[in-house]
């Protein structure tokens, strides 16, 4: 079945530290996104690319980075300078404009 | 810009009650309009959609249809099971330069048993 696997599943992050999560789709997409969810909040945009070596940044990109080397594949980076980044990351992908996207089942990343 | 508004959560009901979720919103030019489903712990589920004005979109009971006179695409449901409990978001895509979505901030159904 096609669909989109983040890992890990759950990440802690120690101060000073950069932390890399992955994100990866068979659906043959071309565009992909990162989100931050925090609790009790809607989804913001961090960071999301349309095509392979291309990216933009989203409403929050301050603190990460992200690249695009295979289509199948958009890691982000939490970065030292991101100073809260306790939070809920959700992947996703589509295709068409004005079509769905399609989610992962997120990362929590936590502070030690 | 866009925007979404949900309305605040959580929405408590009992099994079998009927649901209703409002969503309005504001964009320029002709949204996509979705509704999504998120269980504890999980990424968001796509649970309808509509493409243009007075679609109805319908998925496991749920149903919402595009109100683009009253900038509307409420969420209902005529008999909810305590399976349904989980956060709804509404959201639409208009954005045609970015592709991303504009989501609400989310409802939260509780369904007693």
């Known amino acids: 079945d096609g669909g989109i696997t983040q890992s890990p599943k759950y990440l802690f992050r120690k101060e000073g530290q950069n932390v890399t999560l992955s994100c990866e789709q068979n659906?043959?997409?071309?565009?992909m996104y990162w989100y931050r969810q925090d609790p009790g909040q809607g989804l913001r945009l961090i960071y999301y690319?349309?095509?392979?070596?291309?990216?933009q940044k989203g409403d929050i990109a301050e603190g990460y980075s992200v690249s695009r080397e295979k289509k199948e594949s958009f890691p982000l980076t939490v970065t030292s300078a991101q100073k809260n980044p306790t939070a809920f990351y959700l992947c996703?992908?589509?295709?068409?404009?004005?079509?769905?996207?399609?989610f992962g089942d997120g990362t929590r990343l936590s502070i030690l | 810009g866009n925007s979404v508004t949900q309305m605040e959560g959580p929405v408590t009901l009992s099994e079998e009650a009927f649901l209703t979720i409002n969503c309005t919103y504001t964009?320029?030019?002709?949204?996509?309009l979705f509704w999504y489903v998120q269980y504890p712990g999980e990424g968001l589920q796509l649970l309808l959609k509509?493409?243009?004005?007075?679609d109805k979109g319908s998925n496991k009971g749920f149903e919402a249809t595009y109100r683009k006179e009253t900038t509307s695409f409420h969420l209902e449901k005529g008999s909810v099971q305590v399976s349904d409990s989980a956060v709804y978001f509404c959201?639409?895509?208009?954005?045609?330069?970015?592709?991303?979505?504009?989501f609400g901030s989310g409802t939260r159904l509780q369904v007693q048993p």
């Open positions: 509509a493409t243009k004005a007075d």
């Open positions: 959201a639409l895509s208009g954005d045609t330069g970015r592709r991303a979505l504009t």
């Open positions: 659906l043959n997409h071309d565009a």
């Open positions: 964009a320029t030019g002709y949204p996509s």
């Open positions: 690319s349309q095509i392979v070596n291309d990216f």
């Open positions: 996703a992908s589509t295709g068409q404009i004005n079509q769905p996207q399609h």
